[in-house]
């Protein structure tokens, strides 16, 4: 036993089901249309509803579908180019010194699987990839070092600035001192000419 497939009237995948393994091609699935009573007095009367494709299903398909048209053509167009080339080996002379004909070539019947969906559908349907948290986790510490050097790096310029307004001060200071010194000495310079000037 081997699986085979059940579609509707469309080639529209259905379920799996099992044939003998000698069974291959598409087949239909009829429903009787008549009643029990009508059956002895006229042919019987059925409609298809669905199909048995004996013929692989590839792998990878989204709503698989079997292109019942494109097969059917298929198969007709590889039974007539069998039945021409049983009849020129049958009328083929092997003492004539022409060519021996050659069968036609085969068919991948698997080929009349296709998707029952559209590729805008397919991609809907995908996952949409997900970062690995290895590779996020490393980003994120990447950036948080980036951002400890980013600080650091203000931390000195701040230190530096705060060196040089220090500096600043204690020369202002300096020369605030010197300033002071200076105006004691004219003080004291003024102090011993007044002294000089009363003598």
Known sequence: MKEAIITD???LYIEPTLVADSVTGVFPIEESLNSEESKQFTLPESKI????VAIPLPDGLYDPTFDLHRYEQA???YEKAYADYQNQLSAYDPESGEEEPQPPLSVDWSQFWRNGL???EIEALRPIPQPDPTETLGGQMVQRELEALE???QRVILGTQMVEKELQILELKEK???LDRTIADLKLRLIE???KANV
């Open 151 to 153: 600080l650091r790096e």
């Open 193 to 195: 000419l007044e002294a």
């Open 75 to 77: 198969r007709k167009d």
């Open 176 to 178: 605030n001192e010197a």
């Open 49 to 52: 509803t669905g199909y048995t």
């Open 9 to 11: 009237i469309n080639g």
């Open 118 to 120: 559209t590729e805008e």
